[in-house]
T-cell receptor
Framework: DSGVTQTPKHLITATGQRVTLRCSPR?????VYWYQQSLDQGLQFLIQ???????AKGNILERFSAQQFPDLHSELNLSSLELGDSALYFC?????????????FGPGTRLTVL | DAKTTQPTSMDCAEGRAANLPCNHS???????VYWYRQIHSQGPQYIIH???NNETNEMASLIITEDRKSSTLILPHATLRDTAVYYC??????????????FGGGTRLMVKP
């Protein structure tokens, strides 16, 4: 158990819909990262937040957005869903935003878009 | 961040040492070598990291060559539960562009009885 929690575990929805994935970082960690893992693209970085502020952006689609709240939990919002958005979505957390910080990953949310 | 090259797959007998190689010939002086593994669609799990000295923890040992162009992750006594995809990642310690991990294809290690 990494200490990072993600809800829900599974999500099945239809094309065009909007969903919200939630992540609670390890106690004391200020950075939250979101990654997407699809069959054809592998594990890809989406976005990083540090203490409530966006820190870095990867290959995140404009239909996707995220935020980190004052209690440090984070939400990833996916809208206008397409079949290709079906993937595992992982959240990770680390203490700060650099150095040799270890990132600890949550168990993931499996999103299926029908 | 420097690119890494790993074999696509490897087999190892249970109880034997598993040696997983990684090539990172373009690594810079300020880049660390990290190893993560992912067991069947679970979240990636941190294993170990190092800069230039060999490192050991309760999970594994990391051997980095003197020129730092390659490294080997060693699982001393592999068990069936070590069957996973192992990712070698090279990353700078402080990056104004963010602290993300860049995953490649990894090595699929199959530990066999």
């Amino acid at each position: 158990d990494s200490g990072v929690t993600q809800t829900p575990k599974h999500l099945i929805t239809a094309t065009g819909q909007r969903v919200t994935l939630r992540c609670s970082p390890r106690s004391g960690d200020l950075s939250v990262y979101w990654y997407q893992q699809s069959l054809d693209q592998g594990l890809q970085f989406l976005i990083q937040y540090y203490n409530g502020e966006e820190r870095a952006k990867g290959n995140i689609l404009e239909r996707f957005s995220a935020q980190q709240f004052p209690d440090l939990h984070s939400e990833l919002n996916l809208s206008s869903l397409e079949l290709g958005d079906s993937a595992l979505y992982f959240c990770a957390s680390s203490a700060t935003t650099g150095g040799t910080d270890t990132q600890y990953f949550g168990p993931g949310t499996r999103l299926t878009v029908l | 961040d420097a690119k890494t090259t790993q074999p696509t797959s490897m087999d190892c007998a249970e109880g034997r040492a598993a040696n997983l190689p990684c090539n990172h010939s373009t690594i810079s002086g300020n880049e660390y070598v990290y190893w993560y593994r992912q067991i069947h669609s679970q979240g990636p799990q941190y294993i170990i990291h190092g800069l230039k000295n060999n490192e050991t923890n309760e999970m594994a040992s990391l051997i980095i060559t003197e020129d730092r162009k390659s490294s080997t992750l060693i699982l001393p006594h592999a068990t069936l539960r070590d069957t996973a995809v192992y990712y070698c990642i090279v990353r700078v310690a402080w990056n104004n562009a963010g602290n993300m991990l860049t995953f490649g294809g990894g090595t699929r290690l199959m530990v066999k009885p």
